[in-house]
């Protein structure tokens, strides 16, 4: 088989119709269809429906109500303190000597009535003075009948004399002076055995007052003087309470000697661990001077009658502690108002008080006592 020299094939540079079109379909219809896609979406939302704008509907609040009633109110004082001792005193003798005896419950804490004997001094060379001073007086005593005997004497002899002599001459003719001096031996014999019993009464120290012994210094064998102490009592009849507070607060209760005759009454408990029965009744009785030191606070002494509950009206109660740091509220002066808990108010003096149309308002109040 044989070919023409001119039949070799030949490509064409320019792509056929058919290509062309696919290639045009390719591109410009996915373009035509974003297009189309974008202008619906724009006419969509240009004319879609809007929704008008509306308040939002009121949600009702639960609340807690509260009828704030207008009526007297007493004032309650809270404040802190200390238990004092209202009598405090350090036993010394009166006079020297051995201690022989001490009384068998002298101890610390011990209770003693007023006039029970605690220490007792060696009393013998007492008793010899008492002898020695009574022996003393019955010779003065007798040198005072002799010398009014010899003063009738003289008086007789003058009478018999029957002349008128000088007055200062008539009291040595009579024996006066030495009359006077006679008796003066007499009082000064009867004055020195009173001194002499009275030491020997000494010599056996006794409770000043009803009083329980915080310590004792002595014990049998001691030698005393008027120096020497035996032991720290205090009077169990009354205790103190040394309570501070705000010097605002004052105003408000009964001070004597200061607003009132009579003063605030006081409701004592412990600080802490304090039960019902360990209440005590109080009464305000003064206003120290002088603020505390490190909070400036007010002073005031509050008494407290029987602390250690020995009567029988106040059996059962717990005796205070000297040193015991209490809690008490003091009874004031009565006002009138409606009491509020401290919890309803917002933003300092403000409360929510519903109106005449079941709103709450806010609205300032005049707080004329917390407590």
């Known amino acids: 088989m044989s070919l023409a020299p001119d039949s070799s094939p030949v490509l064409s ?11 045009v379909v390719r591109w410009v219809l996915p373009l035509m269809v974003l297009s189309l896609g974008a202008g619906v979406a724009a006419w969509l939302i240009r004319t879609a429906p809007r929704a008008p704008r509306q308040p939002p509907a009121p949600v009702a609040r639960l609340v807690e109500v509260m009828e704030a009633r207008y009526q007297r109110h007493q004032v309650r004082v809270p ?10 005193v350090t036993l010394y003798p009166r006079v020297s000597g051995e201690v022989i005896g001490i009384h068998e419950q002298f101890l610390p804490g011990s209770r003693f009535a007023t006039g029970e004997v605690l220490v007792q001094i060696d009393p013998s060379d007492f008793r010899l003075a008492v002898v020695q ?11 005072l009948a002799l010398e009014e005997g010899q003063q009738a004497v003289a008086r007789q002899e003058y009478e018999l004399l029957g002349r008128e002599i000088p007055e200062a001459d008539r009291d040595l003719v009579l024996r006066r002076p030495q009359l006077e001096q006679a008796r003066a031996r007499v009082q000064a014999a009867e004055a020195a055995l009173e001194q002499a019993r009275l030491n020997l009464e000494r010599t056996a120290v006794r409770a000043p007052f009803n009083c329980t012994v915080r310590t004792r210094w002595v014990n049998v064998g001691s030698q005393v003087t008027p120096s020497t102490p035996l032991a720290l009592l205090a009077g169990t009849d009354e205790y103190w309470v040394e309570a501070t507070l705000p010097v605002d607060q004052l105003a408000w209760l009964f001070v004597p000697g200061r607003n009132s005759p009579t003063g605030s009454v006081a409701r004592i408990r412990r600080a802490a661990g304090s039960s019902a029965d360990a209440e005590r009744m109080g009464t305000v009785l003064r206003l120290l001077p002088d ?3 490190d909070g400036r606070m007010a002073r005031i002494l509050v008494t407290v009658q029987d602390p250690l509950a020995v009567r029988a009206e106040h059996a059962g109660l717990t005796p205070l502690l000297l040193g015991d740091a209490v809690r008490l509220e003091l009874e004031g002066r009565s006002v009138q108002a409606a009491a509020v808990d401290r919890r309803w108010f917002r933003d300092g003096d403000r409360l929510w008080i519903m109106n005449e149309r079941d709103e709450l308002e806010i609205r300032p109040v005049q707080v004329v006592f917390r407590g």
């Open 291 to 293: 603020l505390e030191k």
């Open 79 to 88: 404040a802190f303190g200390t238990v004092l001792p209202a009598q405090e």
């Open 133 to 143: 001073r009574e022996s003393d007086l019955v010779q003065a005593r007798s040198a």
């Open 13 to 23: 540079k320019s792509p056929p119709p058919r290509a062309l079109g696919r290639r």
